[in-house]
């Protein structure tokens, strides 16, 4: 019993256990090696698939917003650095792939969905690539929403501007209403003016008489309808006391001279058009009031003047350039037209003596 209790307290170690035990250190850094080189393996690979994995990512969003163009560039991009490393069977099936993104989007999108969820992580990026699709529209749709809201907000405001309640305290006429009033401002104006447009008129053709006997016909008659657009006498008619009452007889008898074929002398003709000069100057400065007065009470309204107003300001006229006669051409058309007058008078004077 003694040695039996000394081999309990002093036991042998079995020589085989105790080899295996020193061994056992070395098991386990050769483990924990393998794990690391393994995981070192698998990393390595992980990287490999998801820098394969990103350009088709790129590719498939590209197709999903629409833009087939940037998405094929990506395949054509990868399809070059395929051929380069030697897969030209990668790089043939990129450039298809490429053709198919700019011909037909939908398929190739289809096609490229397809690939990707066959491969690890490929669902992922087309989920991931739905979420933004998602959160982009979302934006956009928030981005009109707000601007929808603005708009409304400013439309109602107008509308209430522009009651016409609010605008009548405002002394401001509707705007549905407008129309009808700048069409009677615009009758009043050209009624209240219509002795200016004849004056203006008449003006006209006082600058474009030429220097011969028709030009001083034509210049002392449009003469006679400045100082009286109402006249009823018409040319290569004698002028009377009866059919221009508001001309002076020494005009009338300078146009009936005229009619016999007197000619008037450049001082004349000169006086008369500086004459003619002074009463459109006069005319326009009355058509100015009348305009002024017009416009200041429409803008208050709220009226739109280049509706009433042709023109925002009335112009003279302009005496013609003058044109060269040419030696031998009979005067031309002023010859013509006063032969014509001087025929008629010879025919009405034959017709008195008979």
Known sequence: ???????????????????????LPTF???AEIKNTITQAAQNAQAQKQKALLAPAGEAF???RSGNPEAAASVMDRQAAARRNSGDEQGAVMLEGLSKIARE???????????????????????????????????????GFKVRKDKAEAILTELKVELSPEKLAKQGLIAPDKRPEAESKFRDEYYTRTKGYQDVKSAYGRVLA??????????????????LDPGSTVREGEAASAQNAAGVSDRVRNAYNNALEGTRLSP??????????EA??????????????????????????????FYEETETAPAEPAKTKRIAGAGGGEDSARLAAVQAEIARRRAVGKR
């Open 1 to 23: 019993m003694a040695l039996q209790a000394l081999n309990q307290s002093n036991p042998v170690q079995d020589p085989t256990q105790a080899f295996l035990g020193s061994l």
């Open 28 to 30: 386990k850094a050769g």
């Open 61 to 63: 969003s590209a197709l």
């Open 104 to 142: 037909k989007p939908a398929q190739a999108l289809e096609q490229l969905s397809a690939m990707l969820s066959r491969v690890p992580g490929g669902s992922e990026i087309i989920d991931n690539s739905k979420k933004l699709a998602e959160d982009r529209r979302a934006q956009e749709l928030q």
């Open 209 to 226: 008489s030429g220097n011969d006997a028709a030009g001083d016909l034509a210049l002392i008659f449009s003469y006679m309808k400045m």
């Open 267 to 276: 001082g004349q003709r000169k006086v008369f058009k500086g004459q003619a």
């Open 279 to 308: 009463l459109y100057g006069s005319a326009q400065k009355q058509e100015g009031l009348v305009r002024s007065g017009i416009e200041r009470i429409a803008k208050k309204q709220g009226l739109d003047t280049t509706n009433i």
